[in-house]
């Protein structure tokens, strides 16, 4: 069954530094999300993509927020500079045109310190 | 802005019992989805069940069933015959379509069930 996949699993980076988690999302899927969960808190929406433009974003997606997809496959989320408070898991998820059910990725554990 | 809460942050239940989790949400909207995700100690989310709002057939998936009741904007999750790996954190979550769009999922702050031998 195709899954959504996520690399790294954990990163670990000081704070300050440029940090990019990659998403390859399920082939036939068209729109791309980014999550993140702090700990022990609730999943909070970050992102959405769709036709290769950012469909809606939240407040937490500020200027040191941005997303790609730079070929066929890859979905990407870059932090520019890292904060503390930017360790989180972060989810990333697909669904197919015509469904509504989104498919999660395992999680990337970003570590800031 | 769409809120979903889940009142009973744990819950624990036996083997092979039955178990709902509860969820309300405030919307008004009149067309929208629901759904329950399960999170087991892997942190990998599972999509569990899903209910368009405009259905007044209750889904059920397998040992999954849900009990949703929009005018009173409820949407709970019985888990029958329970199993330890039904062990894990269930967040509900609520979606309203955008034709063209992608659309966003809003959770709420989920319920910790722990099914116990």
């Known amino acids: 069954e195709p899954e959504v996949t996520q690399t790294p699993s954990h990163q670990v980076t000081q704070m300050g530094q440029e940090v990019i988690l990659r998403c390859v999302p399920i082939?036939?899927?068209?729109?791309f999300y980014w999550y993140r969960q702090i700990l022990g808190q609730k999943v909070e929406f970050l992102v959405s993509f769709y036709n290769n433009e950012i469909s809606e974003k939240s407040e937490i997606f500020d200027d040191q927020f941005s997303v790609e997809r730079p070929d066929g496959s890859n979905f990407t989320l870059k932090i520019r500079s890292t904060k503390l408070e930017d360790s989180a898991m972060y989810f990333c998820a697909s669904r197919a045109t015509g469904t509504y059910e989104q498919y999660f990725g395992p999680g990337t554990r970003l570590t800031v310190t | 802005a769409q809120t979903v809460t889940q009142s009973q942050p744990e819950m624990s239940v036996q083997e092979a019992e039955t178990v709902t989790l509860s969820c309300t949400y405030d919307?008004?909207?009149?067309?929208?989805?629901l759904f329950w995700y399960k999170q087991p100690p892997s942190r990998q989310m599972i999509l569990v069940i899903r209910q368009e709002a405009y259905k007044q057939q209750n889904a059920t998936e397998n040992r999954f069933s849900v009990n949703f009741q929009k005018a009173a904007k409820s949407f709970s999750l019985k888990i029958s015959d329970s199993q330890l790996g039904d062990t894990a954190m269930y967040f509900c979550?609520?979606?309203?379509?955008?034709?063209?769009?992608?659309?966003?999922?809003?959770f709420g702050t989920g319920t910790r069930l722990q099914v116990t031998l």
């Open positions: 082939s036939n899927h068209l729109y």
């Open positions: 919307t008004s909207e009149n067309n929208y989805y």
């Open positions: 979550a609520f979606m309203k379509p955008h034709t063209g769009t992608a659309s966003k999922l809003t």
